[in-house]
């Protein structure tokens, strides 16, 4: 069964395409449609483009960015990226698969979120009972709330000072263009301090490894090489994987 993200997705998707290709002089987001005529032979031609289209267009392009600077998406993909370096397996796993990783992990951590936003503007919005501007204002806030929450205070402080603009008397109180710059500063922070812990312990491993081979006299032996074996049993023996995944879901604040 689909997330209720990726539902969400489809229906807002689907119900837009279907109300231009049947031609419907209602417009789902309440917008007129663009006609324009060419003579041809003396004939008249009327060419009409919904607004839908373009609407639906543009939301795909500022997806991405609220993907990338909205979500948990930032934190969870440094670390991997970090977590691979670590590894030093090079391009293993590759980048298509860790950012499969970090999308599907978001979309977990995402999940409780989408499924307010859906209750409370998406659902809404789709049976006419709310405007599009006021189901976008739902939406925004919740997200902003999930933003605030896993802000650093300081961080927000900071781009609260530089804006000239505080004390706010709650989260819905701060705008937009203070929660985005500290919510994403923020998450790399973290991210970077989350890194370094998982890096200390194969940092040992290849001060161990050198080591040795000082020690035996093998100087011209890539220490790299004879670690990375190493690293990968701790890694597997430790379960390394549904331990950071897991322990990296955790650190996001929920609700």
Do not use: H
């Not at 997200?143 to 900071?158: G, H, P, Q, S, Y």
């Not at 370094?196 to 040795?212: K, R």
Request: hydrophobic share 55%; net charge negative.
């Amino acid at each position: 069964m689909l997330s209720m993200t990726c539902r969400l997705f489809l229906i807002l998707v689907s119900s837009l395409i279907a109300s231009s290709a049947m031609g419907q002089d209602s417009s789902l987001l309440g917008l007129p449609a663009l006609t324009s005529s060419i003579a041809e032979n003396g004939e008249s031609t009327t060419y009409s483009l919904s607004l839908q289209i373009l609407v639906l267009m543009t939301v795909l392009t500022v997806v991405p960015s609220i993907v990338l600077g909205m979500t948990a998406f930032t934190r969870i993909i440094i670390v991997l990226s970090i977590l691979r370096q670590a590894l030093g397996t090079q391009q293993t796993p590759p980048n298509q698969v860790l950012i499969a990783i970090a999308l599907f992990i978001t979309f977990y951590v995402m999940n409780p979120i989408f499924e307010v936003i859906y209750d409370t503007a998406v659902n809404p919005y789709l049976e006419g009972i709310l405007t599009p501007q006021v189901a976008l204002t739902k939406a925004t806030s919740i997200l902003k709330e999930f933003m605030v929450a896993n802000t650093r205070i300081d961080t927000m402080n900071m781009f609260a000072e530089m804006a000239g603009e505080g004390p706010f008397e709650d989260t819905q109180a701060i705008p937009l263009s203070i929660v985005l710059p500290s919510f994403i500063t923020s998450e790399l922070k973290t991210a970077f301090e989350i890194g370094f812990l998982i890096f200390l312990p194969f940092l040992v491993i290849d001060i161990v490894i050198a080591s040795i081979l000082m020690s035996l006299g093998m100087m011209m032996l890539s220490p790299m090489l004879i670690s990375l074996p190493f690293k990968l049993l701790l890694f597997v023996l430790v379960d390394g994987w549904a331990m950071t995944i897991g322990s990296l879901s955790s650190t996001f604040v929920v609700g």
